[in-house]
């Protein structure tokens, strides 16, 4: 429909600029700089930026035709998006290797350093250590713990309180850093990202979110952050910095630099990447853009962001950060099958997902809000540094809070084999008597040992310590993801209840709902599957993603044929927590900062009309409107002066009120005092002409200024009996900033997207003043 729209504007604009007289100003259309560009905090134009490239691709293709050179170009032009979206891949890539590399280092320094060179991270230093025993593979005499190097001995109290001392002020230094930063240089680079960018994405404007500032700061201080031992995640925030990789490359190519539209292409694409190279998951994330990010996604941005995370994920294996050749910590080689009547736990682990979502949105919003609303938020570097030192006092002592959260993940997913060390895997012999003899080379379920009841303890205590401490750390002034914490708390919660489902399998094998497909010695449970559905799960629920949580889990750990059990667990946490809250946590943040974001999912429910929303109100003053040809400059000075509106309709006269177009305020103004330096003899009795037939002008009078070009022919109306859901539908498929509002043809009023969110919050019996922006 916009397309016909835009093609008739289109063609209105050029019979007003081929007459004679119209000539004048020509020269200046195109030399006016400013103008067709937006004001901080405003909204685009969407119509307007998809009808420019239209014509600057029109053009491109009827020059093509007359010489080589200009084929050349055309190619090049159309070459462009391709080759923006392999840097974009290449750089986004290279930082997260980088990210991932310097953040292992830093975690491990919190604990001890490497003698044989101090930028090994723990586990490289002992790879080249020819002393290493397969049941310890963490011990080697090239890595010393601060204890070692400062008492001479890793064992006894004086070795424990030396450590556990390092341990909190290293925490404490990373994240005093990191929120130094932040504070100094860019105040945007705390938090996740994903709000703003989904807002920016709709259409919304913020100035230097996504500058080279932000993106240097949001680097340094994500490694920092992530380092210190906080409970967040780096996923979160490198969507954030692939976006800001992808617009400092956009103004590399003038068809994205100067087209608002067109970059939010790329910055949908460039979302994909970010969680490409988060997770190894290319598929995912490109599913992620397009289901939890996107606002406008046309098929070619489909194709790019495949290509954009398929490079970002080669850049990242070529990398390869972890020393394993995977992309993720996490990847799990189990293949054990799972039974139908395993479905039953994997809901109640969806269950479980959905009610941690639900209760996480409603406390985390809860403090956040306090937090904007108290004097808590006048000290940011003050809460950062109390979070920091609680995580870090009460994480030690656990070692499974004390590890880094893809570390603790990684250890939740891992299946038990004959070699584990590892605590969760200290089972006791099998008493041949209750469960036959052993069969195959697989190892069959086991009684659990002293090792793991103390390990299950410290899981609970773990979740418990989880839960409490991420309500409060997202949202500090730091950059933090959720995704991990997220993760964290549903594979504890998981492994507990696959380890409790592995005994009940061993000790009553005569059960009726396990003697079907649990025979005595074999290996019926895999706790680790357990634990990867119950992080799905507990995402899903926080998010509120289903395909694309799926796609990356799966891609995430390779576990192919566990497809069904996670969208069981996926879909079941979504109904739950949907049946305790509609938003998930990024739409919940988007309207906790009052940004302007209709969203898709949200249903109007309202029988109200376009003239019960639009301004003016029946008390209002009446609408500031310009007149066609009989207003001077002076007038349209005056009245721009004495509004905030950032745009006036364009009338034939006060009388008829006979709508003619919309010129926004912004444009208004830079063509006024364009044609006041370089136009002779204007001055402010000139008149303003915006018709295509001007009247008759008297011969000794000052030139008039023909704003024409700048005139939108083609704004949108609907009358003002269209009901409200029609309305909303149309500002939200066509990314509307306004719309005019006619009766029998006359201009009556307007209605603007903040009207409209307004309108929505008001009916919802929310406050209509926390739409803060236009």
């Not at 444009?667 to 002779?680: M, P």
Request: glycine share 8%.
């Amino acid at each position: 429909n916009h397309n016909a729209q835009g093609l008739s504007c289109n063609q209105t604009g050029e019979v007003g600029t081929s007459n004679g007289h119209m000539k004048l100003l020509d020269l200046l259309d195109e030399a006016v700089p400013g103008v067709g560009t937006y004001e901080d905090f405003n909204t685009i134009d969407w119509v307007r930026e998809k009808s420019k490239d239209r014509d600057r691709h029109r053009e491109i293709t009827s020059k093509s035709k007359l010489s080589t050179w200009a084929l050349l170009q055309s190619v090049s032009d159309a070459f462009s998006g391709w080759l923006l979206m392999l840097l974009v891949g290449l750089s986004s890539g290279a930082l997260a290797g980088l990210i991932d590399i310097t953040a292992h280092w830093m975690t491990d320094l919190k604990e001890g350093v490497c003698l044989s060179g101090f930028w090994f991270n723990h586990e490289h230093c002992c790879w080249t250590s020819n002393e290493t025993t397969f049941q310890e593979r963490d011990r080697c005499p090239e890595w010393k713990s601060w204890a070692e190097l400062m008492v001479g001995t890793p064992e006894g109290a004086s070795a424990y309180i030396i450590n556990y001392l390092l341990y909190v002020c290293w925490a404490l230094l990373f994240s005093l850093l990191a929120v130094f930063l932040v504070r100094a240089f860019a105040p945007y680079a705390c938090g996740s990202g994903i709000p703003e960018i989904k807002t920016i994405l709709s259409g919304f404007i913020i100035r230097g979110y996504l500058g080279k500032w932000t993106l240097l700061i949001k680097t340094i201080t994500l490694v920092l952050a992530v380092s210190s031992g906080l409970s967040l995640g780096k996923e979160g925030p490198m969507v954030h910095v692939s976006c800001c990789c992808a617009n400092i490359l956009c103004h590399l190519f003038t068809k994205y630099r100067k087209n608002e539209a067109k970059r939010r292409e790329v910055l949908s694409a460039a979302a994909a990447v970010g969680v490409s190279v988060a997770f190894g998951a290319p598929i995912g994330g490109v599913l992620f853009s397009l289901e939890e990010v996107s606002y406008y996604f046309p098929l070619k941005t489909l194709w790019r962001s495949f290509f954009a995370a398929l490079v970002g994920a080669f850049t990242l294996r070529s990398i390869n950060p972890f020393g394993n050749s995977r992309l993720v910590l996490f990847y799990v080689e189990f293949h054990a099958p799972w039974h139908l009547l395993e479905l039953v736990p994997f809901v109640m682990l969806g269950i479980f997902g959905g009610l941690w979502g639900a209760l996480f949105i409603r406390t985390n919003i809860a403090w956040c809000r306090r937090r904007k609303t108290t004097r808590l938020g006048r000290f940011p570097v003050v809460e950062v540094l109390l979070v920091t030192l609680a995580t870090a006092v009460l994480a030690f002592p656990n070692e499974y809070t004390r590890m880094s959260g893809s570390e603790l993940i990684s250890e939740l997913f891992n299946d038990c084999s004959l070699l584990d060390s590892s605590k969760l895997c200290d089972y006791a012999e099998r008493d041949p008597a209750i469960n036959g003899s052993e069969s195959g080379n697989e190892l069959p379920d086991r009684p659990a040992g002293s090792g793991l009841y103390t390990a299950l303890w410290q899981l609970v205590l773990a979740l418990i310590f989880k839960v409490v401490i991420t309500i409060f750390t997202f949202g500090i002034k730091v950059p933090s993801g959720l995704f991990i914490p997220s993760m964290a708390v549903g594979a504890i919660a998981g492994r507990l209840l696959g380890v409790g489902m592995e005994q009940l399998a061993y000790y009553h094998p005569e059960w009726s709902m396990l003697k079907g497909w649990c025979t005595p010695g074999a290996d019926c449970i895999t706790p680790g599957l357990y634990a990867m559905v119950g992080a799905t799960a507990c995402l899903g629920g926080v998010t509120r993603m289903t395909v694309s949580l799926v796609v990356i889990m799966f891609e995430l750990t390779g576990g192919l044929e566990y497809i069904v059990p996670l969208m069981a667990a996926t879909m079941t946490s979504k109904w739950v927590a949907d049946a305790l809250g509609r938003e998930g946590i990024y739409e919940a943040h988007i309207r906790l900062n009052g940004y302007p974001f209709l969203e898709a999912k949200e249903e109007y429910a309202h029988q109200t009309l376009a003239m019960d929303v639009m301004r003016p109100r029946r008390s209002d003053p009446a609408l500031a409107v310009l007149t066609q040809d009989d207003m001077t400059v002076g007038q349209v000075e005056e009245l721009v002066a004495a509004t905030e509106y950032s745009g006036y309709p364009v009338v034939v006269s006060h009388d008829s009120l006979r709508l003619v177009g919309f010129v926004l305020r912004r444009d208004l103004l830079i063509f006024i005092e364009n044609a006041r330096k370089h136009q002779e003899g204007v001055v402010s009795a000139s008149l303003v002409l915006f018709g295509d037939h001007p009247p008759p002008q008297p011969a000794n009078g000052p030139p008039p200024v023909k704003l024409r070009s700048i005139l939108d022919l083609c704004p949108f109306t609907v009358t003002d009996h269209t009901p409200m859901e029609i309305v909303v539908d149309i500002f939200r498929k066509m990314g509307l900033r306004q719309s005019l509002v006619t009766h029998n043809g006359r201009l009556l009023g307007i209605i603007t997207k903040k009207d409209i969110l307004k309108h929505m919050a008001q009916m919802a019996n929310r406050d209509p003043d926390s739409i803060l922006f236009n």
